[in-house]
């Protein structure tokens, strides 16, 4: 086994020992989350990003390529809801991780509550829906850490919601955005 591999699996099982659930997400997602908890939605050292990605077997650019990060001059910093594609259809995201799904989420959820679209896009996440939600509490409880009151309360709406969206989800017609129905998550 290499140096490489073995940095990998023991940062995977001390991301699941510190973070309870967090060694169950994908790669970009668990960068993701330690990225937040270091620096937030500001931007930070390429070189420090890059060591925590190697940790978990990915390279800065796979994170930039998941539509998580902006990486530009030596620096980097995780995308904010709003920049991120409005457009995004997550059965079409050949490189989905469960941050975008949770960050979209919160988005439609911000802006449209449990209505038709957040319920819908809930619903084309399909096995991914219940790691969205474990991701949504992981990220409350980083915000409020890190006392962050205004991004603590878009998680924590969407997990008091999470009920009533589930059951609207279960209701909901596979649809993208042209009203297209869609068969397949």
Not at 62 to 72: D, L, Q
Request: net charge negative.
């Amino acid at each position: 086994m290499s140096v490489d591999v073995a940095l990998q699996l023991i940062n995977r099982e001390l991301d699941e020992y510190l973070g309870g659930i967090q060694g169950e997400f994908d790669a970009d997602t668990r960068f993701a989350i330690t990225w937040f908890e270091q620096n937030g939605l500001k931007a930070g050292d390429y070189g420090t990003a890059n060591n925590i990605a190697t940790a978990r077997g990915i390279s800065v650019e796979s994170v930039k390529h998941a539509g998580i990060v902006e990486s530009a001059a030596g620096k980097v910093r995780i995308l904010k809801r709003d920049e991120m594609d409005a457009d995004w259809e997550p059965d079409a995201d050949g490189h989905l991780t469960v941050w975008e799904c949770c960050q979209h989420l919160v988005r439609l959820h911000e802006k449209y509550g449990i209505g038709y679209e957040a319920a819908v896009m809930l619903k084309r996440f399909g096995p991914k829906a219940d790691d969205v939600r474990d991701l949504a509490y992981v990220l409350h409880k980083v915000c409020e850490k890190r006392g962050d009151a205004k991004e603590a309360t878009a998680y924590n709406a969407l997990i008091a919601d999470w009920t009533d969206l589930t059951r609207e989800a279960a209701t909901a017609p596979l649809t993208n955005r042209s009203g297209q129905m869609r068969f397949e998550v």
